[in-house]
């Protein structure tokens, strides 16, 4: 398993303190979080784990939702969940927090019943072969009979959809981006084992569209 290295992953934001705001004015991230909550649906008895849980943001909407759920958050980045823990404390929201990449969660989730996993505005920072580890590995932490939840940038249908993406690309890399505009997600999905892959929104954002993808573990 691998161990999180200081720069191996791209920053949350250059000033941690600002990763929040950034997100909610440049992806109009309390649209697609309320859509992405919707989708998730939780109830009592689900473990919902969150890969990529940055700041904690999406396990304190579904905290707050829901009673009787366990939650666990994912992120290789310590100084985020740092700062996701104060969130979850303030909201008072319970979730255990763990370090670690996407690729590395069916062995961190391990016998952990997990049975909805969930994605934000990760898998367009990473390299293409990363995307298929952390789908693959993500699959294989899934109870049979078990959920995927992501929000990211997808397939930029239009002209002025790709030009406002440029921004995302400046800032993450051109190489890792892409293949998310190019529409790879959904069909790394199903390469990697998911069934029922689909897209069920898109949502338009001052710097490209975001995606919901929803997909089954089968069993």
Known sequence: MSVPAERDYVPAAPQLWSYDLLVIVLSCAPRWRRALLAQIAPREGDVIADVGCGTGTQLVKIGRSTAGVTLIGIDPDADVLHRARHKLAKARVVAGLTRGYARDVADLLRDRGVN?????????????????????????????????????????????????????????????????????????????????VRETAVIATPTGSVSLYRADRGH
Do not use: C
């Open 116 to 196: 909805k996993l969930v994605s934000s505005l990760v898998f367009h920072q990473v390299p293409l072969e990363e995307k298929v580890a952390g789908l693959a590995a993500m699959r294989g932490a899934l109870v049979p009979g078990g959920e995927l939840h992501v929000a990211d940038y997808g397939l930029q249908r239009t002209r002025w959809m790709r030009r406002l993406f440029r921004i995302v690309q400046a800032g993450d890399g051109y190489e890792n981006t892409e293949p998310n505009a190019r529409g790879v997600l959904p069909e790394v999905m199903a390469q990697v084992g998911f069934r029922n």
